[in-house]
């Protein structure tokens, strides 16, 4: 199966089984923007409470906020987003579809990579066994023409892009005869920069100064209440605040899936360090989140970080923490130090200062912050697509599965009777309501056994316990654990700790710790 099919059959499976769902789907649905469905609130709510619990109750310095969506127009002149979040776009006069500039390149950059893929692919299916892919690479006229190909452009790309050069961004274009998808002429518009914020009007007078935007990022609600928390909380530098919510970008090209979205969550953490120290800071932050991510266990290939070569001017390092989803290698997180810049810009265009007195150095100053900022939804995508695996069985038969962390799975535990007869249901009540205080359970009588336990690794709850009746005679029953399909005998006295302690969030976190 390619990975484009395999990418299909998640986003089908993520429908199928209640995770997501395109918002307003009986109307077509709305570009980009999705709604989470039982199964995925379930899970959207555990990765946000894993990152809670891992930032704010594992760091004495961390504290909790949550800020307003809507906040003063001012503050997003200050922080650059009026003036510089833009993405540069280009029209398609026959067909008027609309495409980012650099995203047009990339995809070109991307199809000349498969070009060289298929190159290979021709040499190992003519030398057979003695082919030597490295020396393939290395010599071969055509993957060399290619490679010489995709380094100028690149480097054009990123030229261009560096310089805010519109114009030279659309001769590349041209350059390469890139077409659009869909009238498959070059027939431009010149490219234009595009804000990428969504506006609305606050109040009742339809003016410009009501003019306020969706927030494009959290962070701006921790940097304007960075006085407020640090004064109520007694807060010692360095401390960091850490905020989960909603946040809006006017994407223009919105796609694969919930990978880029026009409202989404983010995790965002603002470190505020003293001058001089955001470095250590910055290396250090940038360890602890590898390990959070490692913590789930999805193995250490699928992550790589990214250091950016072009930093915002408002940063002195910057990387991102990149996932091997379907579609390749992209950011999860970002990671930047970004200096004393927000504060100081706040301090600027409020007029009050944002200054924090050292009782160690006896000096006030601005302090610099260092961020660690994650989407919510990037890293349901990144869970989902790593966890679904269609495996055969003996038999002929077959399943999907979601082989989610245990510690972030949906459901936790199903109670399923053998048959709806013989007093089972009313047994597997009593099972039930055992376990129904400390884990999220599903109780199921319908179908075969087979069919349940289908469902229900198809949903990735780590543990099935069934109800026959030998659990009548003696009190047991049988645990059967998702991924191994393993199944024991236990009785039902020891099942909620034997659960309890694979499904806490303190299980996991002290693997993090230790
Ligand atoms: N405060 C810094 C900031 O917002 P960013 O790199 O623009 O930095 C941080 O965004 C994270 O937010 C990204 O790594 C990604 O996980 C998530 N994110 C950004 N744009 C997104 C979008 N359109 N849809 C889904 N997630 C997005």
């Not at 970004?338 to 301090?347: A, E, K, Y």
């Not at 009746?469 to 191994?484: A, C, G």
Request: proline share 4%; aromatic share 12%.
């Amino acid at each position: 199966m390619t990975q484009e099919d395999l990418f299909k059959n998640i986003i089908a499976h993520a429908k199928e089984y209640g995770f997501v769902f395109p918002s307003s789907e009986i109307y077509d649905g709305l570009s980009a923007v999705y709604d989470y469905g039982p199964m995925g609130v379930e899970l959207k709510n555990n990765i946000k409470s894993y990152w809670w619990e891992s930032m704010v109750r594992q760091h004495e310095n961390i504290v909790g906020l949550d800020a307003a969506i809507f906040m003063h127009p001012k503050i997003w002149e200050a922080s650059g987003h009026v003036g510089a979040f833009n993405d540069p776009l280009i029209d398609n006069k026959e067909s008027k579809k609309r495409y980012r500039a650099d995203v047009l390149l990339e995809d070109y950059l991307a199809k000349q990579e498969e070009k060289i893929e298929k190159e290979v692919e021709k040499g190992r299916k003519r030398f057979g066994e003695a082919f030597d892919t490295p020396q393939f690479l290395a010599t071969n006229p055509n993957v060399l023409r290619i490679k010489e190909k995709i380094n100028t452009v690149g480097q054009r790309m990123k030229e261009a892009l560096q310089r805010n050069d519109l114009e030279g961004l659309r001769q590349l274009i041209l350059d390469c005869e890139i077409v659009c998808p869909v009238s498959g002429t070059r027939n431009w518009t010149d490219v234009r920069q595009f804000n990428l914020m969504f506006s609305t009007q606050m109040g009742s007078v339809n003016d410009d100064a009501n003019q306020i935007y969706l927030r494009p990022e959290t962070a701006q609600g921790i940097f304007v209440n960075f006085l407020n928390v640090q004064k109520t909380g007694r807060m010692k530098i360095p401390f960091g605040i850490a905020q989960i919510g909603k946040a809006f970008r006017n994407e223009i090209v919105a796609r694969q899936f919930i990978f880029r979205m026009r409202e989404f969550e983010q995790m965002e953490m603002q470190f505020f360090v003293r001058p001089g120290e955001e470095m250590k800071w910055y290396n250090y932050w940038k360890a602890e989140r590898l390990r959070w991510h490692s913590s789930m266990g999805l193995g250490p290939d699928r992550y790589r970080f990214h250091d950016h070569e072009k930093l915002a001017h408002y940063a002195n390092a910057a990387c991102d923490i990149e996932f091997a989803f379907p579609f390749g290698f992209k950011e999860l997180e970002g990671i930047h130090s970004r200096t004393d810049f927000d504060l100081s810009q706040h301090q600027k265009f409020s007029g009050r200062k944002q200054q924090y007195f050292d009782p160690e150095t006896n000096e006030s100053y601005v302090p610099y912050v260092v961020e660690t900022s994650i989407g919510v939804d990037r890293t349901f995508l990144a869970l989902f697509s790593a966890a679904y695996a269609e495996e055969a069985l003996e038999g002929g038969e077959s399943r999907a599965v979601l082989k989610l962390p245990v510690v972030l799975a949906p459901v936790k535990a199903a109670i399923l009777p053998l048959v709806k007869k013989d007093g089972l249901p009313e047994k597997a009540r009593e099972v039930w309501q055992l376990l129904t205080y400390d884990m999220s359970t599903q109780y199921d009588e319908k179908d075969s056994i087979g069919k349940r336990y289908r469902r229900q690794d198809a949903i990735g709850t780590p543990y099935c316990i069934t109800i026959d009746h030998q659990t009548l005679e003696d009190n047991t029953v049988t645990l059967r654990e998702r991924d191994s399909m393993r199944q024991e005998r236990i009785p039902v006295s020891a099942l909620r700790n034997r659960i309890r302690e694979q499904i806490s969030f303190s299980h996991a976190l002290s693997r993090l710790n230790g």
